[in-house]
């Protein structure tokens, strides 16, 4: 039997809502068909968004979306997304299927989608193939609220007030896709680019976050952080730096051969949840050298890219990422986010990628039929994390188990909302056993439990014929017990348990 304490004493810090963030590029059918249909489609709409696709995220509460990409972003041109839709300049898509981007979605349509989904807003600029004063004259158009030629076309193009960008990134990737810079030669881009990031006055902070390195690349971030932060120090004035991005993928196979969404072994599941578990390894590495830059963690760790990459689904095309959702995705996402909310001292956002019909989304759609994914369902029961309290909490009594890719049978994370409601979140990682759990205060007796469950076989998946086979459901096996609580989770299974 495995024991979970909970010293709700010991408060770790505030897990930022962003850590529930998401990801939208222009890349396959995410923005297009997945959220934007335009204004005359007959699929549902209020001024282009699909509106059965805004109602489930706003219901998963999704807190910060980023666009436009990815690789998208440092081909980007923004003043090509504006206007009128007529005249909008169309260009090829190079990295993602070489299809036409029309460019009918852009900056006004980007933050028509975050008004309506009431999220915060995370733009990428594009550094490897974009000047300073395109970015900086993104800023302006965006934020600026007072007369200037660029404020001047925002008006004219029907948006009188400013909007406003929470966070901003600078390049994606530009140890790869956004410009095969290395270290030293982004960092220096970094410090010049940012510096044209204005915050004009009576406009909102923006968040600038530096690009940060691929998985393990541990060099990236001491030679960016070493060049960003020399000599002459950058002034600190109106912000320098607010975070660093991470990406980390899970992929089972290898980049040429991934392996399947839906059709895998259990030694394949093992496999998968062990690189996912990899992440907290990756935070703690990256985390110790920002340490040695900024002691005080006032940058976040922004792991604005993760989630499972497997081979797309055969028939569609390979360029569009385009891949189904099972049970594995569910507990990937499930250890995934207990590690991030462990680590909320340091990590401050994670998006993961991406939102709609790309790699590990929360839906899937297709004409006007839309899937919640198991993935979906995870995040819906983790919602009460979003902006609660890091409790302190140990398993003990868990198992090493799935042979030479092993994983602990069990793992989970506690927070406390303000209204003093703790938050449990549990995965079981076995493929074939249920686990008996005892719950143990520090200091408190549960008075009342809610609890609900996301279970099935490993390869479980909704389809748009059965669009309901993996769905949460209430969990009534919660017993009150001498020193706290006891359940029994099944295998393959994510709990959550909201305890008052
Ligand atoms: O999410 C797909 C791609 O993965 C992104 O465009 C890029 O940043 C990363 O390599």
């Not at 609580?485 to 008052?500: D, G, K, N, Q, Y």
Request: a negative charge.
């Amino acid at each position: 039997m495995a024991t979970l304490y909970i010293n709700d004493k010991k408060k770790k810090g505030t897990i930022s809502p962003e850590i529930y963030g998401h990801f939208s590029e222009h890349l396959g059918r995410c923005i297009y068909e997945g959220l934007y249909v335009r204004e005359d489609s007959g699929i549902p709409n209020k001024n282009g968004m699909r509106t059965d696709v805004v109602e489930a995220l706003k219901e998963m509460q999704i807190p910060v979306l980023r666009w436009p990409g990815g690789c998208f972003a440092d081909e980007y041109h923004w003043k090509d997304g504006i206007g009128p839709k007529e005249t909008r300049k169309k260009m090829v898509n190079t990295n993602w299927g070489g299809v036409v981007e029309d460019n009918s979605f852009g900056t006004h349509e980007y933050f028509e989608l975050c008004e309506q989904l009431g999220c915060k807003t995370y733009i990428n600029g594009n550094v490897g193939s974009g000047t300073v004063q395109e970015m900086s004259e993104w800023i302006e158009y965006m934020t600026f609220d007072g007369v200037s030629p660029m404020a001047d076309r925002r008006k004219e193009n029907g948006h009188e007030k400013p909007w406003k960008v929470d966070y901003f990134g600078v390049g994606n990737e530009n140890w790869g896709c956004g410009g095969n810079m290395t270290p030293e030669y982004y960092g220096n881009l970094y410090r010049r680019y940012q510096n044209f990031i204005r915050h004009y006055h009576g406009a909102a902070p923006i968040q600038k976050i530096c690009c940060g390195p691929n998985a393990g690349d541990v060099r990236w971030t001491q030679e960016v952080l070493k060049t960003c932060f020399a000599h002459p120090a950058p002034p600190e004035a109106h912000g320098f730096m607010e975070g660093l991005s991470l990406h980390y993928y899970t992929v089972p196979g290898d980049w040429q051969k991934k392996g399947s969404a839906t059709d895998f072994d259990e030694a394949e599941w093992y496999k998968t949840l062990h690189k996912a578990l990899y992440v907290d390894t990756l935070i703690h590495m990256h985390s110790a050298v920002m340490d040695q830059f900024d002691p005080e963690k006032k940058i976040g760790l922004m792991v604005d890219e993760w989630g499972n990459w497997f081979d797309v689904e055969p028939g569609t095309n390979p360029g569009f990422l385009y891949q189904q959702n099972t049970m594995r995705d569910a507990l990937v996402a499930a250890v995934s986010l207990n590690i991030f909310n462990k680590h909320c001292d340091r990590v401050r956002m994670a998006c993961i990628a991406q939102l709609v019909n790309v790699l590990q989304s929360v839906i899937l759609t297709e004409g006007d039929k839309m899937i919640l994914t198991p993935t979906y369902h995870v995040f819906h029961m983790y919602k009460y994390h979003q902006g609660a309290t890091l409790l302190d909490s140990t398993l003990t009594g868990t198992e090493q188990i799935g042979g030479e890719d092993s994983v602990p049978n069990l793992q989970e994370s506690v927070s406390e909302q303000s209204d003093g409601t703790i938050c449990v979140t549990l995965a079981n990682l076995s493929a074939s056993d249920s686990a008996p759990v005892e719950i143990v205060f520090a200091d408190r007796k549960a008075q009342q439990v809610t609890a609900a469950i996301l279970t099935g076989t490993m390869q479980a998946h909704n389809t748009f014929e059965n669009p309901d086979v993996v769905k949460e459901t209430a969990f009534e096996g919660v017993a009150q017990t001498e020193k706290g609580l006891s359940l029994t989770i099944p295998a393959c299974s994510v709990v959550s348990l909201r305890i008052r």
